[in-house]
């Protein structure tokens, strides 16, 4: 019993970090995005000021260590772009 219970928690303890690097790579793609003229073109003025309010939230719930939120916040931004 005891066994498995440091299984897990050497498990869980792996597992967070790699979630939260996630948040890192959906900013990059959003980077990425914002920099392609032709994704650019197809958007308002509107949107591409929400996308850079969403990716400005997105890193501040990242940096604050709210990796869901930020993940949430950063794939709103994404969908607004088409990636």
């Known amino acids: 019993m005891l066994k498995t219970l440091f299984a897990a ?3 869980l303890a792996f597992a967070f970090p790699a979630w ?3 948040c ?3 900013m990059g793609e959003i980077d990425e995005a914002l920099q ?3 994704k650019v073109a197809q958007l308002s003025e509107a949107e591409i000021e929400q996308v850079n309010e969403l990716r400005q939230e997105g890193e ?10 930020s993940e949430d916040l950063l794939n709103q931004a994404k969908e607004i772009l088409g990636v």
């Open 9 to 11: 928690l050497v498990l």
């Open 20 to 22: 939260a690097a996630s």
């Open 24 to 26: 890192p790579m959906l």
């Open 36 to 38: 392609d003229d032709a």
């Open 60 to 69: 501040e719930a990242h940096n604050d260590g709210d990796h869901a939120r």
